[in-house]
């Protein structure tokens, strides 16, 4: 069965981000000139997804705005004949159809993805969460080699990357055996543990392939890390009935969660885009240099 749906939770309260993030939800910060969801989603259809649900928490109805294919200034633009900015606006999110539900506590990942069990309709998934851009280095965007993944094995798959040992208590981590490069039959998933009970160094990175079992799973573990139904538990459970893969994808990831990353990533989309990248980059290497 093709993948074409998506679920991304977006109801995080952006905490890191503050006070940025008091009246704004942190995936609608901007990265140079598009919100930071806007990336996700883009990457979703670019995979070939024709239908998401994002996640959210009360007071997060700008996100919906922000894809809605009439919005207040509409008339404006009719007005002042500014077609191009008008179409650009009105092809935010494509033929993609977006839906949208309310988490009613934030109760970790997994209660999120939970909520989109009725919209996978027993159906295969994506997850890609929406504080979090991966840009390929391949040309493939990263959820379509996921797809490619589970096109192959018919089993979940999770995108992976190596980070350093004393940053493996910030992540979900994977044990498995290496099926080819950058490709693991996993064996084991533990979440945020410490340095000396990490099975690996091969982190989660934010974009997965999931079966529809995947919600028996979640209704069932109970609570877990941080008193929170935590996803890789989930993940874990799973794993006693079916394979699951991990990959190294192809690309970068841009956690944009925290002032630092958020600044970089800025710095980095910047040097990279079209428009303002050389002047950027000149702006650059004279401030580095004076």
Same mark, same amino acid.
């Given at each position: 069965m093709m993948i074409r749906? *998506?679920?991304? $939770? *977006? *109801?995080?309260? !952006?905490?890191?981000?503050? $006070? %940025?993030?008091?009246?704004? $939800?942190?995936?609608?910060?901007?990265i140079v000139d598009k919100p930071v969801i806007q990336y996700v989603v883009e990457e979703a259809i670019a995979s070939g997804i024709t239908d998401i649900l994002i996640v959210i928490s009360k007071n997060k109805i700008a996100l919906q705005n922000h894809f809605a294919k009439e919005?207040? =200034?509409?008339? +404006?633009?009719i007005e002042k004949g500014k077609v191009e900015v008008l179409e650009k606006l009105r092809s935010i999110g494509g033929d993609c159809k977006i839906e949208y539900t309310e988490q009613e506590a934030l109760d970790?990942? !997994?209660?999120?993805?939970?909520?989109?069990k009725n919209f996978a309709d027993n159906e295969p998934f994506a997850v890609l969460l929406g504080d979090t851009?991966?840009?390929?280095e391949s040309g493939m965007p990263v959820l379509a080699q996921l797809i490619n993944c589970y096109d192959q094995f018919?089993?979940?798959?999770? %995108?992976?990357?190596?980070?350093?040992?004393?940053?493996?208590?910030?992540?979900?981590?994977?044990?498995?055996?290496t099926i080819e490069k950058g490709l693991y039959k996993v064996n084991h998933w533990v979440e945020k543990p410490s340095p000396d009970l990490a099975p690996s160094q091969l982190a989660i990175a934010s974009r997965y392939i999931f079966t529809p079992e995947i919600f028996q799973c979640l209704e069932n573990i109970g609570r877990g890390f941080n008193n929170e139904v935590q996803l890789t538990d989930a993940m874990?459970?799973?794993?006693?009935?079916?394979?699951?893969?991990?990959?190294? +994808?192809?690309?970068?990831?841009?956690?944009?969660? =925290? $002032?630092?990353?958020?600044?970089?990533? =800025?710095?980095? +989309?910047?040097?990279?885009?079209?428009?303002?990248?050389?002047?950027?980059?000149?702006?650059? %290497? %004279?401030?580095?240099?004076?």
């Amino acid at each position: 069965m093709m993948i074409r749906k *998506a679920i991304i $939770p *977006a *109801a995080g309260l !952006g905490t890191r981000m503050l $006070p %940025a993030t008091k009246a704004i $939800p942190k995936e609608l910060l901007t990265i140079v000139d598009k919100p930071v969801i806007q990336y996700v989603v883009e990457e979703a259809i670019a995979s070939g997804i024709t239908d998401i649900l994002i996640v959210i928490s009360k007071n997060k109805i700008a996100l919906q705005n922000h894809f809605a294919k009439e919005f207040p =200034n509409e008339d +404006f633009y009719i007005e002042k004949g500014k077609v191009e900015v008008l179409e650009k606006l009105r092809s935010i999110g494509g033929d993609c159809k977006i839906e949208y539900t309310e988490q009613e506590a934030l109760d970790g990942l !997994g209660d999120a993805i939970y909520y989109g069990k009725n919209f996978a309709d027993n159906e295969p998934f994506a997850v890609l969460l929406g504080d979090t851009i991966c840009e390929s280095e391949s040309g493939m965007p990263v959820l379509a080699q996921l797809i490619n993944c589970y096109d192959q094995f018919k089993s979940a798959v999770t %995108a992976i990357e190596k980070v350093p040992i004393e940053n493996v208590n910030r992540y979900g981590i994977m044990g498995g055996d290496t099926i080819e490069k950058g490709l693991y039959k996993v064996n084991h998933w533990v979440e945020k543990p410490s340095p000396d009970l990490a099975p690996s160094q091969l982190a989660i990175a934010s974009r997965y392939i999931f079966t529809p079992e995947i919600f028996q799973c979640l209704e069932n573990i109970g609570r877990g890390f941080n008193n929170e139904v935590q996803l890789t538990d989930a993940m874990r459970t799973l794993l006693e009935t079916q394979d699951m893969y991990g990959l190294v +994808f192809d690309g970068r990831r841009f956690d944009v969660g =925290n $002032p630092l990353d958020f600044i970089k990533t =800025n710095i980095h +989309f910047g040097m990279n885009n079209a428009e303002y990248g050389k002047e950027l980059r000149d702006w650059l %290497a %004279a401030t580095l240099n004076s």
